[in-house]
């Protein structure tokens, strides 16, 4: 993979004239600012992974040599010259000037400092808690009628778990006294929630119809959800809003283009390249 995920600079023949090579081909030096280069331009997992292993690194380096023969092989063939190479080429040319630029001039808009991330820490807290936690117990019946005639008896003092033990129809929390167990709100049963929403700690449903029958629920507890740590954040939250103000800064700019490029779009020819480029998904 990394001897395919880069090649040698097209520069390489003057490169490292003014530093020792890491490796020469055919005496022409790969210098460490070439092999560097290469390195920055892969993608992060396997960048991240050679700056952590001294031997892939210098397996990395010993490949990059032979990528370098490979290419010098090539030019004397005259692939670079190839029309289907150049065109290649020009379109990864293109790719790195656009992306040079984007750097260069967004780069002092995109920058996220600790106060961004603790003025929008403090405005959406709600997004930094977590759910509220629910401890429920049903009873199951086959019928309206059933859990009418049990929810009336639950009315007049009757105990819940008792009454869960012997009329509930679902085995596995029969024996329990009808105990469902600890949920987040969202996670609970969907036919529930609705319900629950307007619940308080200790209430008891009206009857709620399931694929599995009907039910009354109690709503044993609360454990109201917590703020997480801003400590625990920060470092994703730097990552989403940089994403942000990309995002934003790189709408800006192309509107700012837009004054001066006059851009047509061609609504046809693009659904037609569309419907005939996109496989269907299976």
Same mark, same amino acid.
């Given at each position: 993979m990394l001897l395919s995920a880069c090649g040698p600079s097209t520069s390489s023949q003057e490169a490292g004239k003014s530093e020792t090579a890491l490796a020469k081909v055919d005496g022409k030096p790969i210098s460490v600012d070439e092999v560097r280069l290469s390195i920055e331009m892969?993608?992060?997992?396997?960048?991240?992974?050679?700056?952590?292993?001294?031997?892939?690194?210098?397996?990395y380096v010993e490949e990059y040599a032979h990528k370098e023969m490979i290419y010098r092989e090539a030019l004397k063939q005259g692939i670079d010259k190839?029309?289907?190479?150049?065109?290649?080429?020009?379109a990864a040319e293109k790719t790195i000037i656009t992306q040079h630029m984007l750097d260069k001039t967004l780069a002092?808009?995109?920058?996220?400092?600790?106060?961004? $991330? =603790? +003025?929008y820490f403090e405005e959406h807290k709600d997004e930094f808690t977590a759910e509220d936690q629910l401890t429920l117990a049903h009873i199951q019946f086959d019928s309206l009628k059933a859990a009418q005639e049990a929810a009336a008896r639950l009315a007049r003092g009757e105990d819940f778990a008792k009454l869960a033990q012997a009329l509930s129809t679902d085995p596995m929390s029969k024996e329990k006294g009808g105990?469902?167990?600890?949920?987040?709100?969202?996670?609970?049963?969907p036919e529930f929630i609705d319900t629950l929403a307007k619940m308080k700690k200790g209430e008891v449903?009206?009857?709620?119809?399931t694929q599995?029958?009907?039910?009354?629920?109690?709503?044993?507890?609360?454990?109201p959800g917590k703020l997480v740590a801003f400590e625990g954040v920060r470092e994703p939250l730097r990552r989403?809003?940089?994403?942000?103000?990309?995002?934003?800064?790189?709408?800006?700019?192309?509107?700012? $283009? =837009? +004054?001066?490029?006059?851009?047509?779009?061609?609504?046809?020819?693009?659904?037609?390249?569309?419907q005939a480029t996109v496989t269907p998904k299976k």
């Open positions: 892969l993608p992060d997992a396997p960048r991240i992974s050679l700056t952590h292993d001294k031997e892939a690194l210098r397996r190839d029309p289907e190479v150049r065109r290649r080429v020009a002092d808009k995109v920058k996220v400092t600790d106060e961004d $991330l =603790k +003025k105990l469902l167990g600890t949920v987040e709100r969202s996670k609970a049963p449903s009206a009857p709620i119809k599995h029958g009907y039910h009354l629920v109690k709503l044993l507890d609360v454990h989403f809003l940089a994403q942000e103000k990309q995002h934003q800064a790189l709408e800006a700019y192309i509107a700012g $283009l =837009k +004054k001066d490029y006059k851009v047509e779009l061609n609504a046809a020819e693009i659904d037609r390249f569309v």
